[in-house]
């Protein structure tokens, strides 16, 4: 997983079809996002990676660096360019689509064997809702729960909190072994202090928007979270409907993080299946969270392995 950084134009390093062209290193490692026992790995896939990235003052495009690699030292990687702005020129490497299969949506007699499945997968996070049936009209499960996975999980634990007061659990979040806490804006009087604290107890933050929530809410504070996580049904229950402004929102919260210059990754939880899924990718969506559409899957690895076979 990389993070973009964002950096104000330095002094041209050579000029191509008259646009301006930078190097400047905009990525880096993001250890956080994957368990201890692949760190080492990612770390060897990461130094095929780590090389000087351009920056690139023109319209929207794609280019191959390979012409460009004598004077610019840089590995062959295909860059797409999002966005320029008066001050800022962004570019970021085509990655893979992060997929975060929800344990919402599996069989809990057989708990143990399905998270054996995630770890045996190619996802990367797996998605955990704890609901308390107060911000949500349904009660999932708690820290006993998440306890019992962060023991065996061997992916990144995604926490996604649907309840109030959220902020009072974030040392627990932490000590049961999860790497993102996700809270709603709409639970947060204090959201600000609440990404801080999650931060602080070492911690990626992640806010989450209800279908009804518009991305408005976020500016101030798009700056300080690693991820945006849009609903793209109404939370509280598995198996609902796709809502299909969902796409349009997440296209406006892409040139939202563009604009800001922020590193927020956008995840998508509701809805998420074979039809979804390209379009939401193709939209600017960075991780998808899909439940049922994996677990009740035939072949939930295989499922989860097409997911990751759409291109942006």
């Known amino acids: 997983m990389y993070r973009e950084e964002t950096f104000r134009m330095q002094t041209p390093l050579c000029e191509l079809d008259n646009r301006v062209i930078t190097k400047q290193k905009v990525y880096a490692y993001e250890e956080l996002f994957y368990p201890k026992a692949d760190n080492e790995a990612k770390r060897k896939d ?5 090389a000087d990235c351009l920056h690139i ?16 030292n840089c590995n062959p990687l295909k860059l797409s360019l999002l966005k320029v702005t008066s001050n800022y020129n962004y570019l970021r490497k085509e ?11 599996a069989d809990f007699l057989h708990l ?60 627990q979040a932490a000590d049961a072994g999860a790497k993102i806490m996700t809270v709603h804006q709409e639970a947060c009087t204090h959201l600000h202090r609440t990404i801080s604290e999650i931060h602080e107890a070492g911690m990626k933050a992640g806010v989450a928007l209800n279908p009804a929530t518009p991305i408005s809410t976020l500016e101030d504070v798009i700056n300080d979270i690693d991820l945006v996580l849009i609903m793209s049904v109404n939370p509280g229950f598995g198996g609902q ?25 956008i995840e998508v939880d509701g809805g998420v299946n074979g039809e979804t899924a390209p379009r939401l990718i193709k939209a600017g969506v960075d991780v998808l969270v899909s439940g049922s559409y994996v677990f009740k899957a035939t072949d939930p690895k295989a499922t989860i392995k097409s997911l990751l076979s759409y291109q942006r």
């Open 46 to 50: 990461f130094a095929t990676y780590q």
């Open 57 to 72: 003052q023109g319209d929207e495009n794609q280019w191959q660096t390979d012409s460009l690699l004598p004077q610019l």
């Open 95 to 105: 990655m893979n689509t992060i997929i975060s299969p929800s344990l919402l949506a």
């Open 112 to 171: 143990s064997e399905e998270v054996k499945m995630i770890n045996e997968s190619e996802a990367e996070w797996l998605h955990m809702d704890i609901m308390d049936g107060v911000f949500v009209p349904n009660i999932s499960f708690g820290f006993p729960v998440l306890n019992a996975v962060g023991k065996e999980c061997t992916k990144a634990l995604d926490v996604h909190f649907m309840i109030v007061h959220p902020e009072q659990y974030i040392k």
């Open 241 to 265: 409907k796709f809502i299909e402004n969902t796409i349009n929102k997440v296209e406006r919260m892409k040139a939202m993080i563009v604009a800001s210059g922020s590193h927020a990754l």
